[in-house]
DNA sequence: CCTAGTATGACTATATATTTCATTTCATTC
DNA sequence: GAATGAAATGAAATATATAGTCATACTAGG
């Protein structure tokens, strides 16, 4: 934890940037709901319970800011607002996402298995591939039980 | 051509939707532009072309109508707005797509190559896996050659 | 041609996200 | 530890994409 906030201020500092209690307080919440993916409105709701005079714009700008600095991931669900999960930069690549088409759940899927397909991109299309985004959708085991027993 | 126009009255028809002008119109531009991504607004723009007093509010209609008709794609690359394709159904999955982050440019990969790992989704996660979205950012092959030779 | 029901266009409403600007806070120097 | 300049903040205003309302117009089928 205190790790944590050591890097943060340097990282902070490497882009000329400082540490001030409303990042912080954003950044605690995200390491707090880790495995979750929380709106920009839900971080706002749960930073402000420790810090109540935090403004909407500055969880805007901070979130901003920590996408830039790739200490977060925005996601998009096609729910119509952008949602976000901390890095953990411990694995090398990161990990899809299964959608539920009938309940939304989302859930994840650790494995990638996606640098066969990265290569032959390199070889064939020459566009050298960073990184990348993967969504199913699909059903999820409850719903594709429901569906099944009518 | 006219099959197309054809099946799309056909089609509206099995849902109880009616065929206009509007949107032979906006069917007759996403046909035009196959290979393109365009925006609502561009799509708007396009068709007032030779339908001067179409309103913006029927294009956005008759998209979210195509979209759950599956007449078109709606894709979403991260530049805040909603852009389709026209889905010819020609092949059995979707082509991914190649973000230029440098200059935005946008390619597409014909390979889907997602079968094994959705085979091992649904045998680990039990969730079965009708669609995907697969977005590739990276370098294209014009800007990787310009930072190359900085 | 008439009719019932759907679609349209102009306008308004909503919701997310960004910008503005005066004030406050941070981090560095003396 | 106080002073200083730059950066960050909060409240409000603004931008922007999309969706909803409603009176009028059009479509498809008899």
Known sequence: MQDNNINFREQLKERGYKLT???????????????????????????????????????????????????VYKLDFDDGLSRYEINKHTEDHRHHHLIC???????????????????????KNKFVVKDHRVKFYGLCEKCFNKLKQL
């Open 21 to 71: 209690s409303q990042r912080q307080a954003v950044l605690d919440v995200l390491l707090d709901h880790e495995g979750q993916h929380l709106s920009t409105e839900e971080i706002y709701e749960l930073v402000k319970r420790k810090n109540p005079d935090i403004g909407l714009a500055t969880v805007y700008r901070t979130l901003l800011l920590m996408d830039s600095m790739e200490l």
């Open 101 to 123: 088409t009938q309940c939304g759940c989302v859930a994840e899927v650790e494995e990638d298995l996606l640098e066969s397909l990265e290569e032959q991109i390199l070889r």
